[in-house]
Each structure stands twice: as structure tokens, then as C-alpha cells.
């Protein structure tokens, strides 16, 4: 069993720069893909981005690419998002799931409990 801790989330302005992590604790993320998701209240969970175990692929969805860029440092067992020109729109709860590829929250296994990013305009 792997347990997910996501952090970095804050309220921020349009505009600026935020990085996320995603900690695990109970099994080692080194070997596993890994993906962020984001939930916005009323709305179903999208897929923000994953990256291989490996870091040799990464993809992204239309909304976030050329903004934000995913990376790991299996050495740390973290995940981080770093979210550059964030908009109001990215206003949302970001998820850190691991074990599994692909952009639907079901190709997933294990989550976290979710970190709180809030962009004002």
C-alpha cells in the first residue's frame, strides 16, 4: 500500500508560478508512473499530467501544456508540478495518483487526499 501526500497548494495571482510535490510513504514512487489530476467544485477530474517511472515520457493536457511541466526525483520518492502562467481557470483541487498510465482518473490506483490551488484575477 502507498499513501499520497500532496503540498504546495496556496492562494496565488494570476500569473505567477507554483510548484506542487507529491511525497509517498508505505512503497517507494520509483517505480511507478505517476500523474496529477485536478478537481474544480461541480466539475469531474481532469487529467493534468503524468510522467513515466523512468522520466522518459510525460504528457499533458491541452489546458496546461507550454504552462506546466512534471517531473520527479526518485531519490527523494517526490513528484512535483510546476505550474507557471496560472490562470483563474486552474483554480482547483490537485490529486497526485500513482500506479497506472493514461488520462482518465480510473487508470490510476492509489491517490492522495488533494492540495488546494486558488488563482485570483
Known amino acids: 500500500q502507498v499513501q499520497l501526500v500532496e503540498s504546495g497548494g496556496r492562494l496565488v495571482q494570476a500569473g505567477d508560478s507554483l510548484r506542487l510535490s507529491c511525497a509517498a510513504s508505505?512503497?517507494?514512487?520509483?517505480?511507478?508512473?505517476t500523474g496529477w489530476f485536478r478537481q474544480a467544485p461541480g466539475k469531474e477530474r481532469e487529467f493534468v499530467a503524468a510522467?513515466?517511472?523512468?522520466?522518459?515520457?510525460?504528457d499533458y493536457g491541452d489546458s496546461v501544456k507550454d504552462r506546466f511541466t512534471i517531473s520527479r526525483d526518485n531519490a527523494k520518492n517526490l513528484v512535483y508540478l510546476q505550474m507557471n502562467s496560472l490562470k483563474p481557470e486552474d483554480t482547483a483541487t490537485y490529486y497526485c495518483?500513482?500506479?497506472?498510465?493514461?488520462?482518465?482518473?480510473?487508470?490510476?490506483?492509489?491517490w492522495g487526499q488533494g492540495t488546494q490551488v486558488t488563482v485570483s484575477s
Open positions: 495518483a500513482t500506479r497506472g498510465w493514461g488520462t482518465s482518473p480510473m487508470d490510476f490506483s492509489y
Open positions: 508505505g512503497r517507494t514512487l520509483s517505480r511507478d508512473n
Open positions: 510522467i513515466t517511472w523512468n522520466s522518459f515520457n510525460t
